[in-house]
């Protein structure tokens, strides 16, 4: 039993450095000791996880190069590269293999010639940045006001009462015809387009905001804060929308690809921007579909704009998820 003793003179210390007293500190006997938690890193984590995920934000940086950068590095003007050969009747409506054949091995030509013997290449690029940046812009302007106006809804009795009959007006009409009677009326051009993607489609977010705002706004934590007279708006910053976050993200993906779908089916119905879009690319394709031998300048520009709406729902949509803090276990 004495073999188990420890010789305490071994230390070389004195009893006052042995047995020093230790002051109880209850704050820090609350501590919980765990990992340093960081929200966006835990988003990041998940996100990446999967391979998918990789794969589509890769292919999205492709597009949004090619997008933005390659009609920037050509030097491509909206004015003349699309009439450069419109005398010359033997570059028009060529296959890829035509117009490769007749013009030499080049990236601008590997998707044939259009209507006016131009790259369909380089204008569905360049009608890429046009309908990524509408789309950016609806969707910034549309979740920023619906999410402010979700907030407030979902706290104020009275502005409810408004905005609920507001909002049972503006739902019953129709969207795709408000937006065309708002192009008619106006200029279609690109910040006309804005304003009639943005004048009423902000509402159904603000509505959608508004419930989930209700259902978090009386929970336990939300209803003592308020006793214990903390701010509305720092109850909304603080307690309800970060929990709201994976939500937002969601919504973020799904109108994304909602305003190139709108914007190219106003324009196949020619009603769209005046710009060269992707929507305005198909429209004028519109009887090559049915010409034999034609068909490639019009699918071209369907194909972008289909991919380029599913990698951007793709990639919002998995972001989303991994904005849920109940995926971070």
């Given at each position: 039993m004495t073999d188990n003793l420890i010789n305490l003179s071994e230390?070389?210390?004195?009893?006052?450095?042995?047995?020093?007293?230790?002051?109880?500190?209850?704050?820090?006997?609350?501590?919980?000791?765990?990992?340093?938690?960081?929200?966006?890193?835990?988003?990041?984590?998940?996100?990446?996880?999967?391979?998918?995920?990789?794969?589509?934000?890769?292919?999205?940086?492709?597009?949004?190069?090619?997008?933005?950068?390659?009609?920037?590095?050509?030097?491509?003007?909206?004015?003349?590269?699309?009439?450069?050969?419109?005398?010359?009747?033997?570059?028009?409506?060529?296959?890829?293999?035509?117009?490769?054949?007749?013009?030499?091995?080049?990236?601008k030509w590997i998707l044939g010639s259009g209507a006016s013997g131009n790259s369909t290449f380089d204008a569905i690029w360049y009608g890429s940045s046009i309908s990524i940046s509408l789309a950016l812009v609806c969707a910034a302007i549309n979740m920023f006001v619906g999410v402010v106006i979700g907030a407030v809804w979902g706290f104020s009795r009275k502005f409810d009462i408004v905005m609920t009959e507001v909002y049972n007006v503006v739902a019953n009409v129709p969207y795709i015809l408000l937006i065309s009677v708002i192009v008619l009326i106006m200029s279609a051009s690109f910040w006309s387009m804005v304003f009639a993607l943005t004048v009423t489609g902000w509402i159904a977010i603000a509505y959608f905001i508004r419930t989930q705002v209700i259902i978090i706004r009386d929970r336990e934590y939300n209803l003592a804060s308020r006793c214990l007279g903390t701010p509305i708006t720092r109850i909304a910053t603080k307690n309800i929308l970060p929990f709201m976050t994976s939500v937002i993200v969601t919504l973020v993906a799904t109108e994304i690809p909602s305003y190139i779908s709108y914007e190219v089916f106003l324009s196949y119905i020619g009603m769209g921007l005046s710009d060269m879009s992707l929507g305005k690319l198909i429209e004028a394709a519109k009887s090559a579909m049915i010409t034999p031998g034609w068909g490639f300048e019009f699918w071209s520009p369907v194909a972008v704009a289909s991919i380029i709406a599913v990698v951007l729902y793709v990639v919002g949509q998995n972001l989303g998820d991994a904005s849920d803090p109940r995926t971070h276990m």
């Amino acid at each position: 039993m004495t073999d188990n003793l420890i010789n305490l003179s071994e230390f070389n210390m004195s009893d006052e450095e042995l047995f020093a007293p230790v002051e109880q500190d209850e704050l820090a006997s609350e501590r919980i000791t765990a990992p340093r938690y960081s929200y966006w890193r835990s988003v990041f984590r998940v996100f990446f996880k999967k391979k998918i995920n990789i794969i589509a934000l890769a292919l999205l940086a492709v597009l949004i190069l090619f997008s933005y950068v390659y009609p920037a590095v050509i030097g491509y003007d909206a004015q003349v590269d699309p009439y450069i050969n419109l005398m010359d009747g033997s570059t028009k409506h060529l296959l890829p293999a035509d117009a490769i054949a007749k013009f030499g091995f080049n990236l601008k030509w590997i998707l044939g010639s259009g209507a006016s013997g131009n790259s369909t290449f380089d204008a569905i690029w360049y009608g890429s940045s046009i309908s990524i940046s509408l789309a950016l812009v609806c969707a910034a302007i549309n979740m920023f006001v619906g999410v402010v106006i979700g907030a407030v809804w979902g706290f104020s009795r009275k502005f409810d009462i408004v905005m609920t009959e507001v909002y049972n007006v503006v739902a019953n009409v129709p969207y795709i015809l408000l937006i065309s009677v708002i192009v008619l009326i106006m200029s279609a051009s690109f910040w006309s387009m804005v304003f009639a993607l943005t004048v009423t489609g902000w509402i159904a977010i603000a509505y959608f905001i508004r419930t989930q705002v209700i259902i978090i706004r009386d929970r336990e934590y939300n209803l003592a804060s308020r006793c214990l007279g903390t701010p509305i708006t720092r109850i909304a910053t603080k307690n309800i929308l970060p929990f709201m976050t994976s939500v937002i993200v969601t919504l973020v993906a799904t109108e994304i690809p909602s305003y190139i779908s709108y914007e190219v089916f106003l324009s196949y119905i020619g009603m769209g921007l005046s710009d060269m879009s992707l929507g305005k690319l198909i429209e004028a394709a519109k009887s090559a579909m049915i010409t034999p031998g034609w068909g490639f300048e019009f699918w071209s520009p369907v194909a972008v704009a289909s991919i380029i709406a599913v990698v951007l729902y793709v990639v919002g949509q998995n972001l989303g998820d991994a904005s849920d803090p109940r995926t971070h276990m």
